[in-house]
């Protein structure tokens, strides 16, 4: 638990004050940068697997990992989690994260999500954007949301939308 709260606060310190990126910028970003992407799934899910442990955050412990981070960092990634879901790596990417009073919001290149073939919680309709599921989000009052959005087959974005009721 300790290591998610520590989480949190570093992506808010080192993303709080950038724009948030737009559905078309997150998916042209991607695409622009698949190969980096790839590879960065590579070695990140290669570091993974060799933890005891299921659950894990690529920090700058070793050699590997600060140049796994210093490569990710290439493309405007914040952070590495990685974790063991029915013996697959599935990694969570972190590229944008704000907090305004009781409202957090988190947007994420995700690699091998689960969510990937769920739907959101909106009336299973799927918002054409990032701005349409926030607005979506509010008007109905939600306290909890997360729209995802396949890139292809093995990544997503992902935009958790929190509210403190």
Known sequence: MTRITFLTVLIAALTGCSPRPSSDELTAHFRENRSTFSMLATLACRVGNAQDEDVYHIGTGSQNEKAILALADTVD?????????EGRCTLKMPVWYDEDGDTRMLISY??????????????????????EFIEISQQQQMSENKLVTPLSKH????????KSV
């Open 110 to 131: 995700r690699f091998n999500d689960p969510l990937q073939t769920q739907s959101n919680n909106i009336d299973q309709s799927h918002p054409e954007s990032i701005d």
């Open 155 to 162: 990544w997503n974005y992902s935009v958790s939308y929190k």
């Open 77 to 85: 990634i914040d952070g590495i989690n990685y974790r063991t879901v």
